[in-house]
């Protein structure tokens, strides 16, 4: 099971890494939360990457782990600590020394607009969505392009717009052909969402 193999390969990343290699130690940290399947292990990978990253320069690691936390946080009903995560992990990004925003920002925006969109604050789901659109566009992030499409397409079908939801579907249906057949999976799961 690849699940499982990314796990473990992980798991030995963070048994093997010295102790002082936090930035790494972050991103296997992240990445564990991501592949377990039990909630509460993979609760203890995220808050042990947070621990990590509050020891590092801010970064696409650093972000990538916030925003993996606050998703989780969302796939629980936690809404509200959801909502805290993203807007943390924001500010943090602006505290960066960099003048370009950190591309997994992207991540961020789109959990935040799922969030408002549950909220049915839908203005500001597909506002935050259409940042994230072109944050992940402009840095050619797959995944997190097909996530934001995702994400703006859930908000503009709950206000009605749905020949603009569909035409963002069609946009996910792109990106998800050219990267992975699970992003298809998530696709064609809304795509019968809505027909029914």
């Known amino acids: 099971d690849k699940w499982e193999i990314a796990a473990s390969a992980a798991q030995a990343a963070l048994e093997w890494l010295p102790a002082d290699e936090r930035l790494i130690r ?3 940290a992240t990445l564990l939360g991501l592949t377990l399947n039990d909630l509460n292990s993979r609760s203890q990978a995220f ?3 947070l621990a990590y990253a509050r020891e590092c320069s801010v970064s696409h690691v650093t972000i990538f782990a916030h925003g993996c936390w606050a998703w989780m946080l969302c796939m629980q009903g936690r809404l509200g600590e959801a909502y805290v ?3 943390d992990a924001i500010r943090l990004a602006q505290s960066s020394s960099s003048h370009q925003q950190l591309p997994t920002l992207s991540h961020v925006y789109s959990t935040l607009s799922f969030i408002l969109c549950e909220w049915n604050d839908l203005e500001d789901a597909s506002r935050y969505s259409k940042v994230a659109v072109n944050l992940a566009r402009h840095w050619e992030q797959a995944d ?3 996530f934001a499409l995702d994400n703006l397409g859930y908000a503009l079908f709950a206000s009605g717009d749905v020949e603009r939801a569909f035409d963002v579907l069609h946009q996910a249906w792109q990106v998800a052909r050219r ?3 699970w992003f298809e999976q998530i696709t064609i799961s809304q795509e019968v969402e809505w027909y029914l």
């Open 85 to 87: 995560a993203c807007q």
């Open 47 to 49: 808050i042990q990457a």
């Open 144 to 146: 997190a392009l097909h």
């Open 179 to 181: 990267t992975s057949t």
């Open 26 to 28: 972050c991103q296997a």
